[in-house]
């Protein structure tokens, strides 16, 4: 038999809301004696069956697979029923909950998936048979492991809304469809069943993609490790390859490779240029001037590194090994 293990004291402190009763929303404070492996979702659940049956929470599984318990641990998304209390408590003190961040409150740690779910439909997550290529009736549509493989993590992801809550990007834009819903987007574009991928990559290419931040903070978000912010730098790619610049986002993706291809570094004028055009350049001469005032240099341009050669040779290599078939 396995010794008892070691109780401990956790501190939690809980977002309360509940817009029937009006007031504004606070944190109550709960200690409950558990062991360090204890879920959180199993303390929060105690603390409604014995000290306040009035907490409101979503829940399912409790086994990590149907995201229902996504919610904030020390202001990091979690799920509530895959994190263990005694991690949080050595690092933290206590265990500080919160409803999931962009997405309106419903009561406590409930929240209103509707934008969520709304993005997610907004990029018709279902395959489109290829009309000149009709799948065979009444039995499975053969793929080779090579084109399995270029799902990547995708097939993994439980929709919990992890990403879509650790995402400043979202909560920045409303336009930008949020890491799950460009991730599931990216997981049609390479299916070789797929009839509909250069219309998917027409339209995003103008409706979002481009407002991603870069800061990988939806991946470290990510019970399942589907990697959001990777899967979103492939649509990029895909995106530039199959249509070229359409916007200011891709057309600066493109000038700034080919800024660093050409010389090794970055000519900023010449990338303000390529981003937004003689237009953009007029727009942008006052904050033009006051930088060339403070760097003089600028109007000279960057000069050409010694190791250009090389430069150009890893840029060749990647052309050749990273292209994506479609």
């Known amino acids: 038999m396995f010794a008892a293990e070691k109780l401990i004291t956790v501190p939690f402190d809980v977002y309360r809301y509940d817009p029937t009763r009006g007031g504004e929303p606070r944190y109550q404070h709960y200690e409950l004696r558990l062991a360090p492996h204890t879920p959180i979702l199993s303390g929060l659940l105690r603390i409604r069956d014995e000290l306040d049956p009035t907490l409101t929470l979503r829940y399912s599984c409790r086994s990590a697979i149907c995201g229902s318990c996504a919610m904030l641990v020390n202001s990091k998304s979690r799920l509530a029923c895959h994190t263990p209390v005694g991690p949080e408590v050595a690092e933290h003190g206590r265990i500080v909950v919160d409803p999931m961040r962009n997405q309106p409150v419903l009561r406590d740690l409930v929240v209103d998936q509707k934008p969520f779910w709304t993005r997610y439909e907004q990029m018709d997550p279902h395959l489109i048979p290829d009309p000149l290529r009709p799948m065979p009736e009444g039995r499975p549509t053969q793929m080779t492991p090579a084109q399995v493989d270029r799902f990547k993590e995708t097939p993994r992801c439980i929709a919990c809304a992890s990403c879509y809550s650790a995402c400043p990007a979202v909560e920045a834009d409303p336009e930008f469809p949020g890491p799950m819903a460009l991730a599931k987007l990216y997981r049609f574009v390479v299916d070789p069943r797929d009839g509909a991928h250069k219309a998917r990559l027409q339209k995003i290419q103008t409706s979002g993609l481009w407002l991603c931040l870069r800061c990988h903070l939806c991946t470290e978000a990510c019970p399942k ?102």
């Open 225 to 326: 490790d589907v990697r959001p912010s990777e899967r979103i730098r492939d649509l990029k790619e895909l995106a530039v390859r199959a249509q070229g610049g359409t916007e200011p986002g891709s057309r600066h993706a493109i000038g700034f490779m080919k800024n660093i291809e050409e010389a090794g570094t970055l000519n900023e004028l010449k990338l303000v240029r390529q981003t937004s055009g003689l237009s953009g350049m007029v727009a942008a001469a006052g904050q033009g001037i006051r930088l060339a005032r403070k760097k003089p240099e600028l109007l000279k341009g960057p000069k050409t590194i010694e190791g250009i050669a090389e430069v150009r040779k890893l840029y060749a290599a990647l052309e050749k090994d990273e292209e994506v078939p479609l």
